[in-house]
């Protein structure tokens, strides 16, 4: 439980940062490090809210109030997904085969902690 505390209070700081990011500079000036960073908040307020919406799950349909470890590296896999979207839309190559491959790629990933941990 102490872990969900410490995920959901970095997501709300990233969401707060990402919007002061998004309201004070614009993608041309903030340069190639301001974009890691941009991604990088992106990714911990996804993971924040893909941690909630599998405790959520989790709750509703198997009645358990706390997360494994595995769980947590489930939500960490499925918030690389938008993501990876996202960075697709910014390249210009959304179509059926890049969304495909992205399902592809999170299948995979998650396959990976099903069987490795």
């Known amino acids: 439980m102490k872990h969900n505390r410490i995920i959901y209070i970095v997501s709300i700081v990233g969401l707060a940062a990402l919007i002061l990011m998004l309201n004070i500079t614009s993608p041309t000036e903030i340069g190639p490090l301001g974009v890691l960073l941009f991604f990088t908040t992106l990714y911990i ?3 924040g809210a893909v941690t909630l919406l599998l ?3 989790k709750r509703i349909a198997f ?3 706390n997360l494994k470890n595995k769980d ?3 939500s960490a896999v ?3 997904g938008p993501i990876m979207l996202l960075m ?3 390249f210009g190559a959304i179509n059926l085969w890049t969304i495909s491959l992205i399902i592809v790629f999170l299948a995979l ?3 990976l ?3 490795r941990i």
Do not use: D, G, I, T
């Open 72 to 74: 947590y590296l489930y």
């Open 88 to 90: 697709a839309r910014s």
């Open 113 to 115: 902690v099903y069987k």
């Open 63 to 65: 009645k358990q109030e």
């Open 55 to 57: 405790q959520a799950f």
């Open 45 to 47: 307020v996804f993971f």
């Open 109 to 111: 990933a998650e396959f």
């Open 78 to 80: 499925l918030a690389f």
